[in-house]
């Protein structure tokens, strides 16, 4: 991979060409490993195997982690998934950074063919989910052959095929960390030295998970400058703890754009925040000089936030959050710094 470049999964791009950007998406994957019980328990036999109806909408955005086939995303007709990308390029969207990884079914051969029909850019991931998603080879291997992995699919290709990945992540935390999640932040931090790859983290649903990614990271000799800290949306409410994280130069990124529910499924302990609070600690980052580092998405994952079964699919923040932004105060340049720049900062090869 020559510097300076955006790795797609079509091949290298300019950053002047990468344009507005969604840093954490999936486009196809499958989430069944993940199914939990409902938020009332007693619904989960009659629910979980239901098929997509009016009536039951309602239940699957309250409960979209028990319904089997809501976690099938990839399992949606190609042509439709097609139709929902190209509700975000219609709004002006350019890329989506694909974070799906080892664990939860990537396909970058999919990837590829998507790529080519929308005529977006696509940026696809390399490395490893949770540990409770991994397969028993990757949990025996050591941190050498974890990021060899990486680095052959970053600069040579996933597989048998010449399909480069170009970013590392989304890589998996759990909280307490599992052994074989922290070689596999250990291995993502060799192969970002070796690459100069954009890494990016899904963390652990507790406020002390990121720090303690940072300091491993840090300590392995990762570029916190090259690396997203995904999730703030259910992970950091303390802003003093938000700003800790900020000073370490780390990527912020607000990514459950859409999501407006109180009762946060995988842990419900956690009170949802809504699309304004989002938009509110946003203005707090950029107030306290974090503008450069700030990056948002929707981590579209489950078949109910696609347009086709009632969701706000691709195009939410482009249609609906943008606006709110602008109405809120948040300048058009700070908007395009943060959909445009700090994705192209970030992204682009060292």
């Known amino acids: 991979m020559a510097s300076g470049q955006i790795q797609t999964v079509l091949g290298p791009i300019p950053p002047s060409a990468l344009g507005r950007t969604l840093t954490h998406e999936h486009i196809k994957m499958d989430y069944k490993c993940?199914?939990?019980p409902p938020w009332r328990e007693s619904d989960a036999?009659?629910?979980?195997?239901?098929?997509?109806?009016?009536?039951?909408?309602?239940?699957?955005?309250?409960?979209?982690?028990?319904?089997?086939?809501?976690?099938?995303?990839?399992?949606?007709?190609?042509?439709?998934?097609?139709?929902?990308?190209?509700y975000f390029k219609q709004e002006g969207g350019q890329s989506i950074v694909e974070v799906t990884t080892v664990g939860i079914v990537r396909d970058v051969e999919y990837l590829a063919k998507a790529a080519s029909a929308t005529g977006l850019n696509i940026i696809a991931g390399t490395g490893y989910y949770l540990d409770s998603t991994l397969p028993a080879e990757v949990k025996s291997s050591s941190v050498e052959e974890l990021s060899k992995t990486m680095v052959k699919e970053l600069t040579v290709g996933v597989g048998d095929t010449s399909i480069k990945c170009g970013v590392i992540g989304?890589?998996?935390?759990?909280?307490?960390?599992?052994p074989t999640e922290k070689r596999s932040l250990l291995a993502a931090a060799a192969a970002q030295t070796s690459t100069g790859a954009p890494l990016i983290i899904h963390p652990g649903r507790n406020e002390s998970s990121p720090m303690e990614i940072v300091r491993i990271l840090q300590e392995a000799?990762?570029?916190i400058n090259k690396t997203v800290m995904s999730h703030l949306d259910r992970t950091?409410?303390?802003?003093?703890?938000?700003?800790?994280?900020?000073?370490?130069?780390?990527?912020?990124?607000?990514?459950?754009?859409?999501?407006?529910?109180?009762?946060?499924?995988?842990?419900?302990?956690v009170d949802g925040i809504s699309d304004a609070q989002r938009i509110q600690n946003i203005k707090f980052l950029a107030s306290e000089g974090y503008e450069d580092k700030i990056v948002i998405a929707h981590d579209v994952h489950t078949r109910h936030r696609l347009v086709k079964y009632g969701g706000h699919g691709y195009a939410h923040i482009?249609?609906?959050?943008?606006?709110?932004?602008?109405?809120?105060g948040i300048s058009r340049e700070l908007v395009d710094k943060i959909q445009i720049s700090n994705p192209k900062t970030w992204l682009t090869f060292k």
């Open 34 to 36: 993940c199914l939990r």
């Open 45 to 86: 036999d009659k629910m979980a195997n239901s098929e997509f109806t009016m009536a039951n909408l309602g239940w699957i955005q309250q409960n979209p982690y028990s319904h089997k086939l809501n976690l099938a995303l990839g399992d949606e007709p190609f042509d439709d998934i097609m139709a929902e990308l190209n």
């Open 170 to 178: 989304e890589i998996g935390c759990s909280w307490p960390l599992e």
């Open 221 to 223: 000799g990762a570029d």
């Open 236 to 269: 950091i409410f303390d802003r003093e703890k938000l700003l800790e994280l900020a000073a370490t130069g780390i990527y912020l990124e607000y990514d459950f754009f859409g999501i407006e529910l109180s009762y946060y499924q995988p842990n419900y302990a």
């Open 318 to 328: 482009q249609k609906n959050a943008v606006p709110k932004m602008l109405m809120r």
